[in-house]
């Protein structure tokens, strides 16, 4: 079964310190995998998308097919980056191809 | 923000009484989706649609309806709505290069 799986609820840094959300994932082919980040009761934003490999707002994610990973990295944390943030996957059944799986979500909380 | 507009922002109803949330896109796109997300659960996709009146279910389908009778309005139905259903809805789209945009949501309340 496809399934996305987010260890932490809850990551607490210091402002300036590196972060690393996890995101494992359970797949059989190629995936497609997605962050998104929501700000406090906003609408969720695309972050970024592994087959694109940009850099948004210094976070950057790499495929690891061989751990089935994709965790999301910041070398300098900031405040302003104090938001849930969701890793998915994008399903390749052909009755749901498209549709995203979500994780559950890790709320990133940045500390001045 | 991808032209996806939701409503209502907010509603507060009974148990036991029907619920119309809409989603409204500018964009023509042919694959929406409605998810509810709740704490602890993330987002659960609840239906589907993959052109006008072509829809299928999601995860957590159960108590809800869809309709979809023309490219821009997605509609989600709660037929009698119970408290289990208290949540926050997101309606998406899916754009050209696959990747889903959201609407604002609703926060809907059921008493």
């Known amino acids: 079964a496809q399934r996305v799986t987010q260890p932490e609820k809850l990551l607490s840094v210091f402002k300036g310190a590196p972060v690393e959300l996890k995101c494992n994932y359970s797949?059989?082919?190629?995936?497609?995998l997605f962050w998104y980040v929501q700000y406090s009761r906003q609408r969720l934003q695309l972050l970024l998308r592994?087959?694109s490999r940009e850099s948004i707002k210094g976070f950057t994610a790499d495929l690891n097919k061989g751990e089935t990973s994709f965790h999301l990295k910041k070398p300098f944390a900031q405040e302003e980056d104090s938001a849930m943030y969701y890793c998915?996957?994008?399903?390749?059944?052909?009755?749901?191809?498209?549709?995203?799986?979500f994780g559950k979500g890790t709320k990133l909380s940045v500390k001045p | 923000d991808a032209g996806i507009t939701q409503s209502p922002r907010h509603k507060v109803t009974e148990t036991g009484t029907p619920v119309t949330l809409r989603c409204h896109q500018t964009?023509?796109?042919?694959?929406m989706y409605w998810y509810r997300q709740d704490p602890g659960h993330g987002l659960r996709l609840i239906h589907y649609?993959?052109?006008?009146?072509?829809?299928d279910k999601g995860e957590v389908s159960d108590g809800y309806s869809v309709s979809r009778s023309k490219t821009e309005d997605f509609l989600l139905t709660l037929e009698s709505a119970t408290s289990s259903q208290t949540s926050v809805y997101f309606c998406a789209i899916r754009g050209n290069t696959d990747t889903q945009y959201f609407g604002p949501g609703t926060r809907l309340t059921v008493l």
């Open positions: 649609s993959y052109g006008v009146k072509d829809t």
């Open positions: 964009e023509n796109h042919r694959y």
């Open positions: 998915a996957l994008s399903g390749q059944s052909k009755r749901s191809q498209g549709n995203l799986i």
């Open positions: 592994h087959i």
């Open positions: 797949y059989s082919g190629s995936p497609e």
